[in-house]
RNA sequence: GGGGGCGUGGUGGAGAUGGUUACCACGCCGGCCUGUCAAGCCGGAGGUCGCGGGUUCAAAUCCCGUCGCUCCCGCCA
């Protein structure tokens, strides 16, 4: 290898490389044998090179040409040439030129491939998951490999620039069982006793500004034992950020000045900011989500004008019930069939919807669907924004279920009418989220982000009237449907602390038990202090325009948890478990 | 926990109203070919059609179950 080390890689020759003498490391990408002349493209990180043995090569590099095989990683020294004119291929960055080959070694051979290295890999990505250092070949995954290095470096170098600490917090921590489920670790020096794997580094960043670190981040790692989807994995990794004395703005104009920083310096684009901000309630009002996909506008409207009086039961009922009509027009939607239409009142359906009411406007009036029950509201349709032409569909339910269950419509609608502008990058902010959720299941109040959260001043005194209507100085950042970061500032003040555990019926004990430390800590001067977690793998799907976070993860897991590569989680050794103090146990079911 | 989609040589797909030897492309092996660049041409090997059971004279195809992947609901402070 010695003598055959690499001088130049294989992107970067041109014709003005011309008669250099060169050597190549890289992987056989194609071959093409002319029985007499043969070329052999050399890949590598940066680019493909063609190489060629001309038909009088001597004997033993003629068998070296015909060894390497798709996939060998050779090493290749020779001479650089400029192609015939009518040879270049402007296709090639490297295509002006070629390498005439006076050696070629065989570095390391290649078995039989499970499927082919191309620019976008066609295997299923079971295959591509068990064979990931194959799929990671392609240029297209190197690019989002590249990108992810480079946007973790710009988050860096621009927090770093606004005088933030980048420290590292454990990945061994206590576990606080609300929330999500915790990853849990036994320890064999305290049998019995466990470590989790954090959810986020909430608790830690947080006592890091009681010691004074008043501009902390890190490139954390989180964990969540929960079901895993497309935007969601077991592991994933956030930039999690904290600052002292600071309100939301501050907070609002860091993050913008990150993302515009790294928009900017990874991909070229410049962000609009600052980005707009929508409140929690308009944003289920008018797009059914609490992260509202903005590329394209298609707005849900109130419908309590046409349900009133209408005599279509199903509208009045719902309206004397406290609940809501939403409508959503389809502009031009008159032309989708009826098979079309039963397809959205599945989505609405899947949501918690009833059903999806519908009707057409035509030359003569309504047509279709519920139109004999609301035909004479033709007036308060239209003053909808529904013109000839158009569809309107209605959901008529609890107002959160009816804004979700047409969101979803909306969200479809906007995939399947092409209404979705796929160059844009539609942030925004999403604040004044309730602090309190009814469970109606238990019949308590829950935070509805976390207990740490820090409500809005003008209901701090009187909180525990009315809990729903307490609004929190929380936010979410999001952006082409997805939600992007999370944060809030927190409560610094263990009395308002307390109050806060009080009405989610947390008990002393329970709070001593799990946050005490943090509680304590606040004890001893706690500045006000507050942060936000934006989620690197979305983030990166975003600016990769991927769909799935698995696509910017070099190592990701299957959604049921799995690493088909190495296959964990996989069994242990019974010694193993012993020294633990963990034995086994089969359900039911396994037993039978 | 629930619903939808998918599973066919190494890879991706076709075959689905049951019927002789399961088709195509790429890859692999062999041969031909002085300039290609997704090279081309000729030939060849390679499959218990995810797995198990059932219906039938006969199952890739129909039925039941099961496993895996995936999308979605739930869950994810």
Redesign the pocket.
């Known amino acids: 290898m010695e003598d055959l080390r690499r001088d130049v890689t294989c992107g970067e020759l041109r014709a003005g490389d011309e008669g250099r003498t060169v050597t190549l490391n890289g992987w056989v990408h ?8 043969h ?1 052999l ?1 050399i890949r590598d990180r940066y680019g493909i090179t ?1 190489v ?1 043995v ?3 090569a001597p004997a033993g590099l003629q068998r070296a040409t015909e060894t390497a ?2 996939e060998y990683c050779v090493a290749v020294r020779g001479a650089v040439r400029r ?2 004119d ?4 402007p ?2 960055a490297t ?1 002006e030129i ?1 390498v ?1 080959a006076g050696q070629i070694e065989i570095l390391s051979p290649c078995a ?5 290295i191309e620019e976008r890999s ?6 591509r ?1 068990k064979y990931r250092y194959l799929d990671l070949r392609s240029f297209s995954m190197q690019r989002k490999m590249a990108l992810r290095s480079e946007v973790t470096f710009r988050i860096r170098e621009y927090l770093r620039g606004r005088g933030f600490h980048e420290i590292e917090t454990p990945t061994m921590i206590k576990s606080t069982p ?4 915790d990853f849990l670790i036994p320890s064999r020096l305290h049998r019995g006793k466990f470590y989790a794997m954090p ?2 580094p ?1 608790l830690y960043k947080q006592i890091l500004m009681v010691s004074g670190f008043d501009r902390y981040f890190q490139i954390a790692h989180c964990f ?1 034992d ?7 994995q077991l592991e994933h990794t956030q930039i999690d950020i904290e600052m002292s004395f600071v309100s939301k703005e501050d907070v609002f104009e860091l993050v913008e000045g990150m993302m515009a920083h790294t928009f900017r310096r990874a991909l070229g684009r410049e962000l609009e900011i600052p980005f707009p901000r929508l409140a929690y309630h308009d944003a289920m009002n008018r797009f059914g989500s609490d992260k509202p996909d903005l590329r394209f506008e298609l707005e849900l409207g109130d419908a309590s004008e046409v349900a009133a009086g209408s005599g279509f039961r199903v509208f009045e009922d719902t309206i004397s019930g406290g609940g809501s009509v939403k409508a959503l027009v389809v502009p031009g939607g008159a032309r989708l069939s009826r098979k079309q239409i039963d397809e959205l009142e599945g989505v609405a359906k ?3 919807a009833k059903g999806l009411a519908w009707t057409k406007i035509g030359e003569g009036g309504l047509e279709g669907g519920i139109s004999k029950f609301v035909g004479e509201k033709e007036a308060e349709i239209r003053s909808l924004g529904a013109a000839t032409g158009d569809l309107v569909l209605f959901v008529a339910d609890r107002w959160n279920t009816a804004c ?1 269950a047409l969101g ?1 419509v909306r969200s479809r609608l906007g995939r399947d009418l092409d209404l979705i502008d796929r160059d844009r990058f539609a942030f925004a902010w999403i604040v004044d989220f309730p602090l309190f959720e009814w469970d109606e299941e238990n019949g308590t109040w ?6 740490f959260t820090m409500p809005q001043e003008q209901y701090i005194d009187s909180m525990e009237d009315d809990p729903g209507a307490v609004k929190g100085d929380l936010y979410d950042l999001v952006c082409n449907g997805y939600e992007l970061a ?1 944060g809030s500032i927190r409560i610094h003040n263990p009395e308002l602390q307390q109050r806060i555990f009080d009405i989610v019926g947390f008990s002393r004990e329970e709070a001593e038990n799990r946050f005490g430390f943090l509680m304590e800590a606040f004890r001893y001067g706690a500045p006000p202090h507050g942060g936000i977690a934006p989620g690197l793998d979305r983030l990166l799907m975003i600016l990769a325009g991927e ?2 976070i ?1 696509e910017v993860i070099a190592f990701p897991k ?3 948890g ?1 690493s ?1 590569m190495d296959d964990s989680p996989s069994v242990v050794d019974e010694r193993q478990l012993e020294e633990l103090g963990i034995r086994i146990v089969e359900t039911e079911e396994e037993h039978s």
């Open positions: 194609r071959t093409r044998d002319h029985g007499g002349v070329f493209n063609q060629v001309a038909e009088d095989k798709l192609r015939p009518d040879m270049v291929n296709e090639m295509g070629e005439s039989t491939l499970p499927f082919m066609e295997a299923r990505e079971e295959t998951l609300e929330g999500a489920r959810q986020s909430q969540r929960e079901d895993a989807r497309g935007d969601r899947t949501y918690g979700i979803a829950e935070a509805a982000h976390h207990m999370s769909e799935s698995r299957t959604t049921a799995i088909p």
